[in-house]
């Protein structure tokens, strides 16, 4: 039988085993995004080119670390607890199989530190795309299959919770907004995981020496069903938190739950093609197949994003105009609570992920302008502002509210953490910039030595793309700073935080009056739509420089 | 509110705001826009990547390589020993990368197309020719056929842009366009 709390704060009936799960789960993608997170800062280091850190080996090494643990550890892990506490707790509801949830922590837990293990090895030096015929030792990949399993088994408890609450009539009508984005991550992590498992155990195989021969082409299309969705994994979790704070901070209800949930939609329908895209510049691959592919079908897993860029805060915008904030275009904006690091890491988050990872990907991932960006810095820059200022960065600004709640304690540093998502958020957009600054300049991608000073033949980058490296590691450096803030937060606040007195605790948000949503006339919430043109003229100039760009190169066919 | 069920119990019927659909309707014609523009510049535009490309065995490949070099060699870049190969005219260039090397280094005539051969010996290299910026991946057993003209004269640095291995940062190559 299970038991449960209510929480003081919220309100929320909370199951206990849940809840133990969500805790583990939390801490657990916490300590492997320090992990990971070290990783990086070493890998900003050596790619300094006055700093120079690290020798070849190590660095490549190191590099693999940092890829595996962050694009794959930390945030499933925390997509984890997103699944549990959407489904169990948003709903009301009991947490079906709490014992197999177990499971899936030990599993998750096991693959990722013998895949650690493989990288720490020294002989797994293969990148987080792990391309063969390029070989890691057979742990490698037996540790990510593992960690698939335990992911697996945590979206097959999710969907169970969700039926059961459905059926035990925990909760009335449709399920949350948020809630269904954790469930189309879901969904995608399925596909996802299905996808990985066709890849990965027979390179599990050739690895252990079973299986003669992989298609590295084959492998590549494959792999990507797995590498890029599973990114896609990330966004959908993610802008559920966006929604999910907006609603806790402002108590704002979405402009529509149906443009929200149909541009979460998309994401499942449209996104799996998106793989390709990644294959632009390969042999043995028509230009036709590749047009239909990054088109995502016309464009609309992109579309779903550009949606959720005027919902999100255009619900924030509405919410915080019913205060009475309604002076002007932006006094909604100036007014919100820019100290509070729920709020701040949620707002960089959306506007980095939208103008700068959102503007880049649709760059690369188009045909023939890939060619001038891939593999060079650009595609590291694009990834820093989709996953690292994106997803990482709200995630932390959700964990900086789930944190003291769940664990009933006052924020550890509440002074430090104000400066944290500035700090992490901007440094990480600027890591960004900075790295598609030298990939447009032609630095590479993954590359220990820019000044190629041991090559047979010698070739010099442009000096500004030297200056631009260094500049990723002054700005990685600042990202650092605001990443370890968030740690020492994190931790501070469950081992020493002060306990929370429920009398302290703060009313819930009032749920806003219904239908007063701005059916009136012209634009309801205009600051929204103005922020969303401005991103658009940036969009379509951006575009077309690139394609100027790529006009000036050689003529190839 | 978004952590909570909609109003209505069924959320299709909620109502949508008319912002929402202007801006979905902005959204959609500028992906079309962009859709189009990847056809569109097969036809207008003159950077297209080949759909050119023939499975080859390693050896076979090193083969016609060597063949090529070993007639069209003009010289050898510096100390090296690598050779420079002046390819004929609007004819065949080969070029293969392997751990850790862009080989051999090439002489192209500016303003002549060629047909530029490109594989692996052995795991997964990226062409990267700078400064213009190219950026290709190579497969080891697919022998990729790209149509090139170079347009200015100068020497062009090759580097691998994709993890290889250990000596992936010392992988080099060179292109030579001549004026004439």
Redesign the interface.
């Known amino acids: 039988m299970a038991e449960f709390r209510t929480c003081p704060e919220t309100g929320l009936k909370v199951d206990l085993a849940a809840e133990k799960l969500i805790k583990w789960n939390a801490v657990t993608s916490v300590v492997f995004l320090l992990v990971g997170g070290l990783f990086g800062l070493l890998v900003a280091l050596t790619r300094w080119p006055e700093v120079h850190l690290l020798g070849a080996d190590l660095y490549y090494l190191v590099l693999t670390g940092h890829g595996l643990d962050i694009l794959l550890v930390w945030v499933i892990f925390f997509e984890m607890v997103l699944l549990y506490f959407t489904s169990a707790i948003l709903l009301n509801a009991r947490l079906v199989a709490p014992t197999l949830g177990w499971v899936q922590y030990g599993l998750m837990l096991v693959g990722a530190a013998i895949t650690n293990v493989a990288v720490l090895q020294g002989d797994s030096s293969v990148m987080f795309t792990s391309y063969v015929p390029l070989k890691a030792a057979p742990h490698f990949y037996l540790g990510i299959i593992l960690f698939a399993v335990g992911a697996l088994i945590g979206c097959g408890i999710f969907f169970a919770t969700l039926v059961t609450a459905k059926k035990e009539k925990t909760f009335e009508g449709s399920m949350p907004l948020v809630t269904f984005g954790a469930m189309v991550a879901a969904i995608i992590a399925v596909f996802t995981i299905a996808t990985g498992a066709v890849i990965l155990i027979p390179t599990l195989l050739w690895s252990a020496g079973i299986i003669p021969h992989i298609d590295s082409l084959l492998y590549k299309v494959v792999w990507w069903g797995m590498g890029h969705s599973s990114q896609q994994i990330n966004v959908s979790a993610h802008i559920a938190c966006w929604y999910g704070i907006a609603a806790i901070l402002f108590g704002a209800k979405p402009l529509s739950e149906k443009v929200s949930r149909m541009a979460f939609f998309l994401y499942i329908l449209f996104l799996q093609l998106a793989s390709a895209h990644h294959l632009l510049v390969e042999p043995g691959l028509s230009s036709e197949y590749k047009i239909f592919n990054t088109s995502y079908a016309l464009y609309m897993a992109v579309l779903g994003s550009m949606i959720h860029g005027l919902t999100v805060p255009g619900s924030v915008e509405a919410a915080m105009r019913k205060k009475g904030y309604n002076k002007g275009l932006f006094e909604w904006l100036r007014k919100a609570p820019w100290g509070n690091p729920v709020f701040s890491g949620m707002a960089i988050s959306v506007v980095t992920f939208g103008f700068l990872g959102g503007i880049s990907g649709v760059v690369i991932g188009t045909e023939q302008l890939n060619l001038i960006m891939h593999n060079t810095m650009y595609v590291p820059g694009h990834f820093h502002t989709t996953v690292g200022s994106g997803t990482t960065l709200a995630f932390m600004a959700m964990a900086y509210w789930a944190v003291p709640t769940l664990w009933q304690r006052e924020l550890f540093a509440p002074g430090l953490a104000k400066w944290a998502p500035y700090l992490f958020g901007l440094g990480v957009s600027f890591v960004g910039v900075f790295q598609m600054g030298a990939g447009t300049l032609g630095a590479p991608r993954r590359h220990w030595d820019m000044t190629l000073a041991d090559a047979t033949i010698g070739y010099d980058l442009p000096a500004a793309s030297f200056l631009m490296m260094g500049m990723n590691g002054v700005a990685a450096l600042a990202a650092s700073l605001g990443g370890a803030i968030f740690i020492l937060n994190m931790v501070g606040t469950i081992l020493i935080g002060k306990r929370k007195t429920a009398a302290a605790a703060p009313a819930p948000a009032a749920p806003a009056p219904a239908g007063v949503s701005g059916h009136g006339e012209g634009v309801s919430v205009p600051g929204t739509f103005v922020l969303a043109i401005i991103f658009l003229i940036t969009f379509v100039l951006y575009y077309f420089v690139n394609w100027k760009y790529l006009a000036s190169v050689w003529p190839l066919s | 509110?978004?952590?909570?069920?909609?109003?209505?119990?069924?959320?299709?019927n909620?109502?949508?705001?008319?912002?929402?659909v202007?801006?979905?309707t902005?959204?959609?014609v500028?992906?079309?826009v962009?859709?189009f523009?990847?056809?569109y510049?097969?036809f207008a535009?003159?950077?297209?990547?080949?759909?050119e490309?023939y499975r080859v065995k390693p050896d076979a490949y090193l083969a016609k390589v060597e063949a090529s070099a070993e007639k069209h060699k003009v010289r050898e870049?510096g100390t090296?020993g690598?050779p420079v190969v002046r390819p004929p005219v609007g004819g065949d260039a080969y070029l293969l990368g392997r751990q850790f090397?862009w080989w051999p280094?090439l002489e192209l005539k500016k303003g002549a197309t060629y047909r530029l051969h490109?594989s692996s010996m052995?795991?997964?290299h990226?062409f990267?020719?700078?400064?213009?910026?190219?950026?290709?991946?190579?497969?080891?057993?697919?022998?990729?056929i790209?149509?090139?003209?170079?347009?200015r004269s100068g020497s062009y640095?090759i580097?691998?842009?994709?993890?290889?291995?250990?000596g992936?940062?010392?992988?080099?190559?060179?292109i030579y366009v001549t004026d004439n």
């Open positions: 509110m978004a952590i909570t069920p909609p109003e209505q119990r069924v959320w299709w909620e109502p949508v705001e008319k912002t929402e202007l801006w979905v902005i959204a959609l500028w992906a079309l962009m859709f523009m990847m056809p510049w097969h535009g003159e950077q297209n990547l080949s759909n490309a870049e090296t690598i090397q280094v490109m052995d795991v997964q990226g990267s020719l700078l400064p213009e910026n190219i950026n290709i991946q190579v497969h080891p057993e697919y022998e990729m790209l149509k090139v003209t170079p347009t640095g580097l691998c842009n994709e993890y290889c291995g250990t992936h940062h010392i992988m080099t190559g060179k």
